[in-house]
C-alpha cells in the first residue's frame, strides 16, 4: 500500500496557487517525499523532492511540516497546463544503499479553472 | 537528450493472444523500470532491471508475464496468453543510478486494450 494519503480531487482558480496536501504519517527518518504528476495521455513527470527542509525549484515549492507527517506542493501561478494527476511518494534514497519499492497511490486530480 | 522511446503506442488483442512492448531508455541510464497503470490507478511497479539484472519482479505476474533487458540497454515486456484485466498503459521509466536523487524518466506509455 501507499505511505501517502491525499484528496481525490481539487480545483485552482488560473493564475491563483494551488496547494496540494499529502500526508505521510508514518514516514521514517531516512525518507524522502517525492512528487511527480501525469498528464492526461502520458507519463508520469517528476516535480521536486525534499527530506524536511523546504524545496523550491522552478516548477514548485514543497514544504514539508517540523514533524515531517505531512507536506505541501505549491504550484504559485497555476495555468490550465498544469491540469493533472499529482502524486506524493515517499520512499527512501541511498546511494548504493538498500533498495525501496516506490509506490504510486491514486494521487490528486488538480483542475486548473479558467 | 532524449527521452524514454517506447513502442507500440496502442495495441489492440484478444484475450489469450500474446502481445510484447518495446522501451529503449535513456542513453547511460542502468535502472530500467515497467509499470503497469490501470485506468483511474497510479502506476503500478511490475519489475526493476540494474543493468541486466532483475532487482525487482515481485509484483510480475510471472505465469503470464515476463522480462528482459538485453545488453543492460535496450527492454521488452511480453505478455502470454493475455486477459481482459490486463488492459492498461504500460509505462517504462528510467533512472541514472539505482538510488541517487531517485527521479524517474518516463516514456509516453503503450496502451493495451484486450478484447
Known amino acids: 500500500d501507499a505511505k501517502t494519503t491525499q484528496p481525490p480531487s481539487m480545483d485552482c482558480a488560473e493564475g491563483r496557487a494551488a496547494n496540494l496536501p499529502c500526508n505521510h504519517s508514518t514516514i521514517s527518518g531516512n525518507e524522502y517525499v517525492y512528487w511527480y504528476r501525469q498528464i492526461h495521455s502520458q507519463g508520469p513527470q517528476y516535480i521536486i523532492h525534499g527530506l524536511k527542509n523546504n524545496e523550491t525549484n522552478e516548477m514548485a515549492s514543497l514544504i514539508i511540516t517540523e514533524d515531517r507527517k505531512s507536506s505541501t506542493l505549491i504550484l504559485p501561478h497555476a495555468t490550465l497546463r498544469d491540469t493533472a494527476v499529482y502524486y506524493c511518494i515517499v520512499r527512501v534514497s541511498s546511494f548504493g544503499g538498500s533498495y525501496d519499492k516506490v509506490i504510486f497511490g491514486p494521487g490528486t486530480s488538480l483542475s486548473v479553472i479558467p | 537528450e532524449a527521452g524514454v522511446a517506447q513502442s507500440p503506442r496502442y495495441k489492440i488483442i484478444e484475450k489469450r493472444q500474446s502481445v510484447a512492448f518495446w522501451c529503449n531508455p535513456i542513453?547511460?541510464?542502468?535502472?530500467l523500470y515497467w509499470y503497469q497503470q490501470i485506468l483511474g490507478q497510479g502506476p503500478k511497479l511490475l519489475i526493476q532491471?540494474?543493468?541486466?539484472?532483475?532487482?525487482?519482479d515481485s509484483q510480475l505476474p510471472k505465469d503470464r508475464f515476463s522480462a528482459e533487458r538485453l545488453k543492460g540497454v535496450d527492454s521488452t515486456l511480453k505478455i502470454q496468453p493475455a486477459k481482459l484485466e490486463d488492459s492498461a498503459v504500460y509505462l517504462c521509466?528510467?533512472?541514472?543510478?539505482?538510488?541517487?536523487?531517485?527521479?524517474?524518466?518516463f516514456g509516453p506509455g503503450t496502451r493495451l486494450t484486450v478484447l
Open positions: 542513453s547511460g541510464h542502468a535502472t
Open positions: 521509466a528510467s533512472s541514472p543510478d539505482r538510488d541517487l536523487y531517485n527521479e524517474q524518466f
Open positions: 532491471f540494474q543493468n541486466n539484472g532483475v532487482v525487482d
